[in-house]
């Protein structure tokens, strides 16, 4: 819009003119007014995104799990703070980096110990988690921590935390052997109810054992005081000891997850709580759980002659049936005076486990003996050199051969001592029974097979038939007696009865005088009488042992002949033929 | 027809726009009407090009969020995802229906796109008072005006998308943000290219004036 304007040259020297500054005629349209309306409108949204955008975070997940860039929410509680915006591998490509941003509400939850995890479908033993994942894709879960310090890069767990923050009750440490069957989640029990759960494990810093991070709920922390005691109650668990085959399980879930129980044993209980987080041991089982410590205990050393085959570690020790020890090694040891190889095994005794057993009215002996070792040595000793107390094998149980040490005693024994000289004092043994049993068992089974069972039948099918031929005689006999005899017998039969009328008459003469003699007869026979019953009845006789054996040994006899007799029965053609048994 | 040939308005005449009568424009400021159609008569429109960059500015403005935006917002089972024309794209391309993505990608991410800069192109030759390649300026300017009609396809498809994708609690479907934005480019686009006054092409720079603010 450029007016030419004259510049009319300058006329009168010296007065300069005046400028016209052309006008410009700027109509601004109101047209602009939308391109300005679209840039503010723009720019509010893109203010109010920025406002509203909470931080953007990074978490590092050992595996994607399921996880997409825009589609995965990170949830609290269910509700969605934040969304995964990239997914990729960290550099060096061993882990995944989830890139996710949270909402500004969110924001103060980003904490140094906040935990995120993948949360997905899960379908365990003890239950099913997560089913709502499987329509919904998996999500990343959060829980709240309690450090106030902001935090912006955080490591993901591998697995959901089982207890969130803010749940009642304590965790506390386990420190057992190895891990059994337990898990993440097993269950913890308490009188069978369930009380918690094993929340995370971990290998011990020196690899030797496994910890175990439990989390006992509210109602039921309260019952775990320092003296509690834990165990393993997974599975099932079968033992087969001395006393037989033992079967045990706490629930069918910890039968088939595994699991954990706990209580207070009555000899530990205290009215303190156990701190949170105080280390316990988790026992094996129960019975070693609830067993009382044995404060004193004693161990010998037992050398035996003969095969400890079936004795294992841990079999028991018992004195007069009672337990009251286990054995605690079995091993081979060099007898430097024969030079010859013996069984070395080394049990240990609990004498308070004894004590405990005896009667109410000798408890303060027994508090003695428990106190002093000096009474407890002398009263082995006693035992040993007065008594005979011996250790000897024995076996627990036929079908599976274990044996126990026995202490019983032996009065016939040779005469020996504790040798409290050793380290570890050695204990007299006697040999035991079992193989002597087995001895015999052989013998008798050896003379058995020795019988001549063939030419005995042999024998008796000739007996027999000469038996036949005699029957026959006697019977013509007794017929010929019949007719020739009775006439006879009848005459003797009538002198007979004049014969003692005779005599009758005769004693009654006889019985005065005779009386008196008699009854100094009798007296003497009566001394005579109580001499024999000392010698032949009385406690310990030797003819009484004798009796009892032959009567034992001729009841086998009668149970051989039992047998003999049976088979006889069933095979009497054996008689003739022999034993069948190697016919076709 | 070449660059130098002559123009009504150089000629001291004026065109009906609708009919294309050649007549002679009343005097004084207004042109008058079409003794014909009765259609109003400018020798070039009022303020053509000062509109037609107000438009393209706000346009181009618009187009930012239009992209940046979601333009659709699908909740399937509790997961929602938000999707923007060039996720939508990416896709479509992932998903292996290239051929439409490449329909997607030409008619909401392009042809915008290029009807801005055509327009710009257009503006800024006039403004510079180029006269070379006035054909083939026109016959940009043609195109631009005939795409201008199928641009709010997007629009259409995200609207009825979203009127019968309604399977609550299955698969809903809600239109977020950025369609509103993408709707104003293409209607923004379509008014300032009918602005732009394809005459101008043709002045030279002696020829033209006080037509243009």
Redesign the interface.
């Known amino acids: 819009m450029a007016d030419s304007s004259d510049s009319s040259g300058i006329q009168q020297a010296g007065i300069p003119q005046a400028t016209v500054v052309p006008q410009r005629r700027v109509r601004i349209s109101v047209v602009w007014i939308i391109p300005i309306l679209a840039a503010v409108v723009a720019i509010g949204i893109a203010v109010q995104r920025i406002m509203t955008e909470g931080p953007t975070i990074t978490i590092v997940f050992k595996a994607a799990q399921g996880l997409e860039a825009g589609k995965t929410f990170i949830k609290y509680k269910d509700v969605n703070i934040g969304q995964v915006t990239k997914v990729e591998l960290s550099s060096d490509h061993s882990k995944v980096e989830v890139t996710a941003k949270m909402a500004k509400s969110a924001a103060g939850l980003m904490v140094e110990d906040a935990r995120f995890w993948v949360v997905e479908a899960r379908v365990t033993l003890s239950g099913v988690s997560g089913l709502g994942t499987l329509l919904s894709g998996n999500y990343i879960g959060f829980e709240i921590g309690k450090s106030k310090k902001e935090e912006r890069k955080f490591t993901g767990l591998e697995v959901a935390p089982i207890i969130t923050g803010g749940q009642p009750g304590r965790q506390f440490l386990l420190k057992a052997e190895n891990l059994g069957s337990l898990g993440v989640g097993s269950p913890i029990y308490y009188r069978r109810l369930q009380a918690g759960q094993v929340i995370a494990y971990d290998l011990a810093g020196d690899g030797k054992a496994v910890e175990l991070k439990i989390f006992v709920n509210a109602p039921y922390d309260k019952h775990v005081s320092p003296g509690t005691r834990f165990w393993n109650a997974s599975g099932f668990d079968v033992s087969i000891g001395a006393g037989g085959v033992e079967v045990r399980t706490e629930s069918l879930i910890a039968l088939l997850a595994g699991g954990l129980a706990f209580d207070t044993p009555p000899f530990a209980a205290t009215a303190s709580l156990a701190a949170a987080d105080a280390a316990f041991t988790l026992y094996p089982d129960k019975a070693t759980a609830m067993k009382q410590p044995d404060a004193v205990s004693q161990r010998y050393v037992l050398y035996f002659n003969e095969s400890l085959r079936g004795l294992s570690v841990g079999a028991p020790v018992t004195l007069l049936g009672l337990p009251g020890g286990e054995v605690v090694d079995v091993g081979l040891d060099l007898d430097p005076a024969t030079a010859t190889i013996r069984g070395r095994v080394e049990v240990v005794t609990f004498p308070e486990r004894l004590i405990a057993r005896m009667s109410r009215q000798q408890e303060a002996t027994g508090d003695a003996l428990a106190k002093s070792q000096q009474q407890r040595r002398a009263l082995m000793e006693r035992l040993v050199e007065q008594r005979g107390l011996r250790a000897q094998l024995q076996s627990g149980n036929l079908l599976t051969g274990q044996l126990f040490v026995a202490l019983d005693y032996f009065p016939d024994a040779p005469k020996a001592k504790v040798d409290w000289s050793r380290e570890v004092p050695v204990f007299p043994v006697v040999p035991s029974t079992l193989p002597d049993l087995e001895a015999k068992i052989s013998s008798i089974v050896a003379k058995l097979e020795k019988l001549p069972l063939e030419e005995i039948g042999a024998d008796v099918t000739k007996v027999l038939a000469t038996l036949n031929a005699t029957l026959e005689n006697a019977g013509t006999a007794l017929n010929r007696i019949d007719t020739d005899l009775t006439p006879a017998l009848r005459t003797t039969m009538e002198e007979l009865r004049q014969a003692v009328a005779t005599a009758n008459l005769l004693l009654k003469n006889v019985d005065a005088t005779l009386m008196e003699e008699l009854r100094q007869a009798v007296a003497t026979a009566n001394v005579l009488l109580k001499n024999t019953d000392a010698t032949l009845l009385g406690k310990d006789a030797p003819a009484q042992q004798e009796l009892r054996d032959a009567l034992q040994e001729i009841a086998a006899a009668a149970r051989s002949v039992r047998v003999l007799a049976d088979y006889l029965d069933r095979h009497p053609e054996a008689l003739i033929r022999g034993k069948s048994e190697d016919r076709p | 027809m070449t660059t130098t040939a002559l123009t009504a308005a150089q000629a001291g005449l004026v065109s009906c726009e609708t009919c294309s009568l050649l007549s002679r424009p009343a005097g004084g400021a207004e042109s008058g009407y079409c003794p014909r159609c009765g259609g109003e008569l400018a020798q070039r429109h009022h303020?053509s090009i000062?509109?037609t960059w107000?438009?393209v500015?706000?346009?181009a403005?618009?187009y930012?969020?239009a992209n940046v935006?979601p333009i659709l917002t699908t909740n399937t089972?509790?997961?929602t995802?938000?999707d923007t024309i060039m996720?939508g794209v990416v896709l479509l391309y992932r998903t292996g229906s290239w051929p439409l993505a490449l329909i997607v990608l030409v008619a909401s991410v392009m042809v915008p796109l290029g009807k801005l800069v055509a327009l710009s192109y257009l503006l800024i030759s006039v403004q510079r008072g180029s006269i070379k390649s006035n054909q083939d300026r026109t016959r940009l300017y043609r195109v631009v005006e005939f795409i201008g009609r199928w641009s709010m396809l997007d629009v259409f498809v995200a609207t009825f998308t979203v009127a019968l994708i309604q399977l609550q609690p299955l698969m809903s479907m809600e239109p977020a943000?950025g369609v509103l934005?993408f709707a104003?480019v293409v209607v923004?686009t379509m008014i300032a290219a009918e602005s732009f006054d394809p005459r101008l092409i043709w002045d030279t720079p002696n020829g033209r004036q006080?037509h243009h603010?």
């Open positions: 303020h000062q509109y107000a438009l500015i706000a346009a403005i618009c930012i969020p935006l089972l509790g997961s995802e938000s996720g943000p934005f104003a923004l006080g603010g």
